[in-house]
């Protein structure tokens, strides 16, 4: 067996999983990748293929992903391609690998040109959280995987969003009796889109929620000092295209999501750009058909639904002076 990690997380968490598999009888070898987006790639794949042949892996064997969703989808590419794929298993350490990047069997590196350009689908046989492992993780990035589980409330489940405009503090200082019955739910909620919709098909479209300019971002910031939820966030808050016809988010939406956002810290504007940067990342993008691209838009607080829109027409000309 491979445990993959990060040393920040490794350093913490890698030894005690370590001893209690090898109390269980398994043996697993420690492989450490740089951190950061940036490791999210192929060198760092072929890196992990030779370790685990240097470890004599085998169609037998598993691969063990602890950290965020960064080591989750290289670890899980890995395993997924190594021997034609082998068996993996998820260790989340971050909010966002716990409600979000886990859960799904999404798995991917990124090319210069886009994010998760070249991966797979391939379900991990367990996904196993602790949460006491988030003492440890920074708030600005728990604040990001709350982006995360704001826009699952936002798409799904108009409740949870009430219970997070209640409880947002006390889940940021991690407060164990409000936080994990939200996480329940938003793992409940990421799962049962991708159980009824697997391959995106349609109906996991709507996690994209902010996702189609969020990775815009990501790209034209060569991934590099982005976190994932930030631009989420960022996307979350701005009003849906004007371009787009009635019926619309009922007024003051985009004020509730903004308010939201801004209690768990998050930024909630976009970082300023040329329009036309913008529109070159977009149409990038690996869910453009064609010209046009599926934008997730928000009908109401609890309910989302794919549009067909021109990258033009979500980033309209009037975009550039209100950002
Ligand atoms: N596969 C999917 O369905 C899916 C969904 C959403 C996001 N993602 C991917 O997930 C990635 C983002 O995940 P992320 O936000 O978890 O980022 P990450 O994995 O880069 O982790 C963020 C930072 O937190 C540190 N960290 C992790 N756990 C810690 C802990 N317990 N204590 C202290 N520090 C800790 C890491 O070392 C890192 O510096 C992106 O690559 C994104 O594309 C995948």
Same mark, same amino acid.
């Given at each position: 067996?491979?445990?993959?990690?990060?040393?920040?997380?490794?350093?913490r968490?890698?030894?005690?999983? =370590?001893?209690?598999?090898?109390?269980?009888?398994v043996?697993a070898?420690?492989?450490?990748?740089?951190?950061?987006?940036?490791?999210?790639?192929?060198?760092?794949a072929?890196?992990?293929?030779?370790?685990?042949?240097?470890?004599?892996?085998?169609?037998? %064997? #598993?691969?063990?992903?602890?950290?965020?969703?960064? =080591?989750?989808?290289?670890?899980?590419?890995?395993?997924?391609?190594?021997?034609?794929?082998?068996?993996?298993v998820?260790v989340?350490? *971050?909010?966002l690998?716990?409600?979000?990047?886990?859960i799904?069997g999404?798995?991917? !590196?990124?090319?210069?040109q886009?994010?998760?350009?070249?991966?797979?689908?391939?379900?991990?046989?367990?996904?196993?959280?602790?949460v006491?492992?988030?003492?440890?993780?920074?708030?600005?990035?728990?604040?990001a995987?709350?982006?995360?589980?704001?826009?699952?409330?936002?798409?799904?489940?108009a409740?949870?969003?009430?219970?997070?405009? /209640?409880?947002?503090?006390?889940?940021?200082?991690?407060?164990?009796r409000?936080?994990l019955?939200?996480l329940?739910?938003?793992?409940?909620?990421?799962?049962?889109?991708?159980?009824?919709?697997?391959?995106?098909?349609?109906l996991?479209m709507?996690?994209?929620?902010?996702? *189609?300019?969020?990775?815009?971002v990501?790209?034209?910031?060569?991934?590099?000092?982005?976190?994932?939820?930030?631009?989420?966030?960022?996307?979350?808050?701005?009003?849906?295209?004007?371009?787009?016809?009635?019926?619309?988010?009922?007024?003051? *939406?985009? /004020?509730?999501?903004?308010?939201?956002?801004?209690?768990?810290?998050?930024p909630?504007?976009?970082?300023?750009?040329?329009?036309?940067?913008?529109?070159e990342?977009?149409?990038?993008?690996?869910?453009?058909?064609? %010209?046009?691209?599926?934008?997730i #838009?928000?009908?109401?607080?609890?309910k989302?639904?794919? !549009?067909?829109? *021109?990258?033009?027409?979500?980033?309209?000309?009037?975009?550039?002076?209100?950002t």
């Amino acid at each position: 067996m491979a445990l993959v990690t990060v040393p920040e997380v490794g350093r913490r968490y890698a030894g005690k999983l =370590v001893r209690s598999l090898r109390d269980a009888g398994v043996r697993a070898a420690r492989i450490e990748v740089p951190d950061g987006d940036a490791s999210k790639n192929l060198r760092q794949a072929g890196r992990l293929f030779d370790a685990f042949l240097d470890h004599g892996l085998d169609r037998g %064997s #598993a691969v063990v992903a602890l950290g965020g969703g960064m =080591v989750g989808d290289l670890a899980g590419f890995a395993a997924a391609t190594f021997l034609r794929g082998i068996a993996f298993v998820q260790v989340p350490t *971050t909010v966002l690998a716990m409600v979000d990047a886990s859960i799904g069997g999404k798995v991917a !590196v990124n090319r210069p040109q886009g994010k998760n350009l070249v991966g797979a689908f391939h379900q991990p046989r367990l996904v196993w959280i602790d949460v006491a492992t988030l003492r440890s993780l920074p708030r600005r990035e728990r604040a990001a995987g709350f982006a995360e589980v704001v826009k699952a409330a936002a798409l799904w489940d108009a409740a949870l969003f009430a219970r997070l405009e /209640r409880d947002a503090e006390a889940l940021m200082d991690l407060d164990s009796r409000r936080l994990l019955p939200v996480l329940q739910r938003a793992c409940a909620i990421k799962a049962e889109v991708v159980r009824r919709d697997e391959r995106e098909g349609g109906l996991r479209m709507l996690l994209n929620l902010g996702h *189609t300019l969020a990775h815009a971002v990501e790209a034209l910031q060569g991934y590099r000092g982005v976190r994932h939820g930030d631009p989420v966030s960022m996307r979350l808050a701005l009003p849906s295209p004007r371009s787009l016809q009635a019926p619309l988010a009922p007024p003051g *939406t985009t /004020r509730r999501l903004e308010a939201l956002l801004r209690r768990f810290g998050l930024p909630t504007e976009l970082p300023r750009k040329p329009r036309k940067a913008y529109l070159e990342a977009l149409r990038v993008d690996k869910k453009s058909l064609d %010209s046009r691209i599926r934008y997730i #838009a928000l009908r109401r607080i609890g309910k989302a639904e794919p !549009v067909s829109l *021109t990258a033009e027409e979500i980033l309209p000309a009037s975009w550039g002076r209100r950002t």
